[in-house]
């Protein structure tokens, strides 16, 4: 009997018409996209947490002896060049490449160009879930920055959790980093490979 295809990014079984990633994983890396562009979204929030006592920093020391840096390192090293908008735009880069797709261009400022290259990147996601190599690179690439911005912005923090089912049936609440799981109904305990080839929760035949 051939060993069952699993899921790059979580690793759940994969159904016959999925590829290489699961569509729950697949969900969660164009969610997690959408959190960082737009006007209320995390690149945006980046720019108010950048003086000290904004975002999670906490309160401006008084009475040190020096004087506090003028901005926050944290935010600032994630909105300049380099941070979240160039790691974006190397990636829809990359992906560009591998379809023989004429270079990207970007206008406009700093959050245009994450807007921008969001919406490029959500648009080419089916393929690059079923197809691209490195799949599974960008989308913990993706998951690190929303909570590194999610972090320096004071925003929601954690890895977002999903559920799998037990041999019992009972359901088990897990994230894609769980190294393994014991369930409190009958007590079976799941190493990482064996908790990632039970059945998605979400996803039961009724």
């Known amino acids: ?21 699961c569509r729950p994983c697949t969900e969660r890396v164009a ?3 959408a959190a960082l562009a737009g006007p209320q979204g995390l690149y945006a929030r980046l720019s108010a947490s950048l003086h000290p006592g904004s975002g999670s920093g906490g309160p401006a020391v008084s009475g040190s002896r020096t004087a506090p840096l003028p901005l926050r390192l944290g935010p600032l090293s994630l909105a300049a060049r380099g941070g979240v908008v160039t790691i974006l735009q190397t990636w829809l880069v990359d992906w560009h490449e591998t379809l023989g797709y004429t270079h990207p261009r970007w206008d406009g400022d700093l959050q245009q160009q994450c807007d921008q290259a969001v919406g490029r990147l959500r648009n080419l996601l089916p393929w690059a ?7 599974q690179e960008f989308a913990f690439e993706v998951a690190s920055l929303v909570r590194q911005c999610q972090t320096v912005t004071g925003g929601e923090r954690g890895v977002r959790s999903f559920g799998v089912t037990c041999d019992c049936g009972a359901t088990l609440k897990i994230t894609i980093e769980s190294p393994g799981k014991r ?4 007590g079976s305990q799941y190493d ?15």
């Open 1 to 21: 009997m051939d060993a069952p295809r699993i899921c790059i990014v979580c690793p759940a079984a994969l159904y016959d018409d999925e590829q290489q990633t």
């Open 31 to 33: 969610a997690n996209l």
């Open 129 to 135: 879930a079923a197809e691209h190599g490195a799949f």
């Open 183 to 186: 369930c409190q109904a009958c």
């Open 192 to 206: 990482r490979q064996q908790l990632f080839r039970l059945q998605l929760a979400a996803r039961r035949a009724a």
